[in-house]
């Protein structure tokens, strides 16, 4: 049977709890266009697929045009590049998790969403330990998750079969890149999402704490040995 040789991980909602830094860097975006703002928890249902889809979201019903979401875009990016790491932090337990993991030699990455020098800027900031073997975010030219480009590239860097990986994250959009990329699920219910979501969109473990992911990734360990 094969051996897990990597890890993949989410980044926002799983990695790290960046949900207020969002809502306040949108809210801030929202109000210098002159549109209305929303409360911190409404953002976990805005985020998850890029940020132009966040500006979709955030936006008034009629107000949704290509050019507000260009001109939120420049708002966010100017007050959230500097106050990205106001409020965000770890989830309890994470730091641990990957401390062991690559302690027992699993490879680890990243592949979020989030925009590429965000992504790179945060994992720098909060893991400083961690050798991961790839930190890939959204880019150009690149689809967003659901598409399973990143994992397979992240599959390429490590040379690893799908088979031999685990694939994190705390959203439906998460549980269907894993789907896309054949690689199995652990889908976390402490981050932005309802486990009803991951259910739904087909996770194939669940995990409600980091101390969770730890034990089914060491009985997957385990039944591939």
Known sequence: ???????????????????????????????QLGFPTHPIEAYRFFVGNGINKLFERALPESRKQEDNIINMR???LEYYDKHNTDHTCPYP?????????????????????KYQLATEKLIAFYFTSIRFIAVLGQREGFPPKPDPAIVR???????????????????????????????ESIGVTYGFRPREELEQS?????????????????EFMFCNS
Request: glycine letters at 6%; hydrophobic letters at 45%; a negative charge.
């Open 1 to 31: 049977m094969p051996q897990l040789k990597l890890v993949i991980f989410d980044l926002d909602g799983t990695l790290l709890n960046t949900i207020a830094d969002l809502a306040h860097s949108t809210n801030y975006a929202l109000e």
């Open 202 to 218: 087909g996770a194939r473990h669940i995990a409600d704490t980091p101390d969770d992911i730890r034990k089914i990734i060491k």
């Open 93 to 113: 337990g994470i730091p641990e998790l990957l401390e062991t993991l690559q302690s027992q030699g699993v490879a680890l990455a990243v592949a979020s969403n």
């Open 153 to 183: 590239e992240i599959l390429e860097m490590a040379v690893a079969t799908p088979e031999e990986a685990l694939y994190i994250g705390d959203s439906g959009v998460d549980m269907q890149t894993a789907i896309n990329s054949g690689v």
């Open 74 to 76: 420049a708002k966010f």
